[in-house]
């Protein structure tokens, strides 16, 4: 027993120090856009690497090269869905940096209020080692919503599909008012897709509109004279995202002859892809002339010549 005692504190300390020499061969941290998510939102989550090594390191040839530990702060258990699919291979040179991106929603059950904690864990197989990242902290909160629509998808067999565009507003969120779309059934027990649209103002009364091919048009306001434009497709693709001033109208939506909803009022903003680059200046233009053409500077020494009378 007292030799067990005396070996336990020695195999604690090899492996403290193996982890310790790991960390300084590479860091790892989880990052993220923002902190605080809608449930059934997209979680994408960048993984950060910063090689120390002093040699070029390979990712992504194995396959769980990059695994996550997905944990609830207050204890409940965070149903792991299937293993998160890591694609790609990549190299980093010594002192280097890489960031690998993924969407943590669709593989771990954080459909539930809460708060998560979010660990990296990376499998170098050729030093044998496991190289963990500190938790990264995330809460899942509840919207308010604000209007809803019933629509219908065509299907095969004859009868339509019943779906439901929401919006909601989360207001209480700690970094900023945003505008979410969500796309569930009809009677919301499967949601499909959870996406922000923006920020916006309290102060606003986003104008929403399901045209005549089920697609979603929201016009809402961003700041004292600015607003956003977006349209939605049934299946919760993003088709269009504009950005209006209030000049020298406000901008609102509107049904044309034709069935179709637009945008009157208002000046729509050009986008950067829009927006013309200047050409770079290659070279000033030059003129060389010959010595015997370069005009001869006057002097003050020797006075003009007058005339004789």
Do not use: C
């Amino acid at each position: 027993m007292r030799k067990l005692m005396k070996t336990f504190p020695l195999i604690l300390a090899l492996t403290v120090l193996t982890f310790f020499r790991a960390s300084a061969q590479m860091t790892v941290q989880v990052v993220t856009d923002q902190n605080e998510f809608l449930p059934s939102e997209a979680v994408p989550v960048g993984v950060k690497i910063t090689n120390l090594s002093g040699q070029p390191l390979h990712f992504g040839a194995d396959e769980g090269w990059l695994t996550f530990i997905v944990d609830s702060a207050e204890g409940r258990n965070v149903r792991k869905i299937s293993e998160v699919p890591v694609l790609g291979e990549f190299d980093l040179e010594s002192s280097q940096m890489g960031t690998k991106y993924v969407d943590l929603a669709p593989y771990f059950d954080m459909s539930q209020p809460g708060r998560y904690k979010i660990t990296a864990l990376v499998h170098m197989k050729d030093w044998k080692q496991t190289i963990g990242s500190a938790p990264k902290t995330i809460d899942v909160v509840t919207g308010v919503k604000f209007w809803s629509q019933d629509f219908g998808v065509p299907t095969t067999n004859g009868a339509p599909e019943m779906r439901r565009f929401t919006l909601e507003e989360a207001n209480n969120l700690h970094e900023q008012l945003r505008l979410y779309m969500q796309l569930s059934d009809a009677a919301e027990l499967r949601v499909f897709k959870v996406r922000s649209l923006g920020p916006m103002v309290a102060f606003g009364f986003p104008e929403e509109q399901v045209d005549r091919t089920s697609h979603l048009h929201v016009l809402w306001q961003t700041g004292g004279l600015t607003f956003r434009y977006s349209v939605v497709a049934p299946d919760g693709t993003l088709m269009k995202r504009d950005a209006y001033d209030n000049y020298p109208t406000r901008p609102k939506l509107r049904v044309n002859a034709d069935g179709d909803v637009e945008v009157v009022g208002g000046t729509l903003r050009a986008t950067p892809a829009e927006i013309p680059v200047a050409a770079p200046v290659t070279g000033i233009p030059t003129t060389s002339l010959a010595p015997t053409e370069i005009p001869a500077a006057r002097t003050n020494s020797t006075p003009p010549a007058v005339p004789a009378k």
